[in-house]
């Protein structure tokens, strides 16, 4: 038996990463205790005694007002759950930590290789870096792997999401759409395609190695909506709301895979249509 423990398991990527998990032979576990309660999750985790662990848990949204607990979260919680693993009797077999593509920064090269020094611009993308940083510590300790997927989405992902809110916008048949920079370039990238890379990382991630998990195909706003309305046969008119644009937006953000295809073989990269299709007809 393959014992599987997931934090965030309730969250967006949680829930389907739990499915491919499944699939492949795992037994799952969801982890019950809050990461800031360090007695629980001891007790917790010496119960379970996980053969593997996949750590999702974390605030996601780089537009959360409380920025404190960005750390107290990624960060800290971080810490106490490497903590409460390095004290087991027998260490999980490997630990996935899910960082961020965001640490990366606003890098003008047309594709983010893991060996770049991150240059992190807002305080979601800090306290992802920290919680890289604060890992090395335990990598004598514990098989850590981090990854740093790059913009992802799906069914049940929230709409204070972009892509979420546009394609539920088309649902509505909305006849105007309030966004903030259109100029951006980023990657919109399948949970599904995620999620199967994190489950082969369980076997084949090198302890101690950082992995994007990315396309390479950087879309614009103006390339969604188009997509959108020939999927739906909708038009929207798109109004520009400058309290959307965030302060020091990243201009672009897409990244090389050729590290992790290197290890696992050829990412299955699904069509914007195809993803969008998805969450439509969800």
């Known amino acids: 038996m393959k014992k599987l423990l997931v934090t965030g398991a309730k969250g967006f990527t949680g829930r389907h990463f739990i499915d491919n998990a499944e699939k492949a032979g795992y037994t ?34 780089v537009n959360n007002q409380d920025i404190e607990n960005y750390y107290r979260i990624n960060l800290f919680g971080t810490l106490n759950l490497l903590e409460a693993l390095s004290k087991l009797h027998k260490v999980p077999s490997k630990v996935l930590l899910a960082s961020s593509a965001n640490v990366y920064g606003g890098y003008n090269k047309n594709l983010i290789t893991e060996d770049l020094y991150p240059k992190p611009v807002n305080h979601y993308a800090m306290s992802k870096l920290a919680m890289e940083m604060m890992s090395l510590s335990y990598f004598q300790k514990l098989p850590i792997v981090v990854t740093r997927p790059f913009n992802y989405t799906g069914v049940g992902q929230s709409e204070k999401f972009l892509i979420p809110k546009i394609i539920n916008h088309f649902k509505r048949k909305e006849k105007e759409i309030e966004l903030g920079n259109i100029n951006v370039l980023r990657e919109y990238n399948d949970v599904r395609m995620v999620c199967e890379v994190y489950v082969n990382l369980l076997t084949s991630g090198i302890k101690g190695e950082t992995y994007n998990i990315c396309s390479g195909k950087a879309v614009s706003l103006s390339e969604i909506i188009s997509t959108l309305e020939d999927l739906t046969n909708h038009k929207i008119k798109i109004r520009i709301n400058q309290s959307l644009i965030r302060a020091n937006e990243i201009e672009k953000l897409s990244g090389s895979s050729e590290k992790i295809e290197n290890l696992i073989g050829p990412l299955k990269k699904y069509e914007l249509k195809e993803t969008f299709k998805w969450m439509i007809e969800f």
């Open 28 to 61: 799952v576990n969801s982890l019950i205790s809050d990461l800031t309660d360090v007695e629980s999750l001891n007790a917790e985790l010496s119960k379970l005694d996980p053969h593997y662990v996949v750590h999702l848990a974390g605030l996601s949204s």
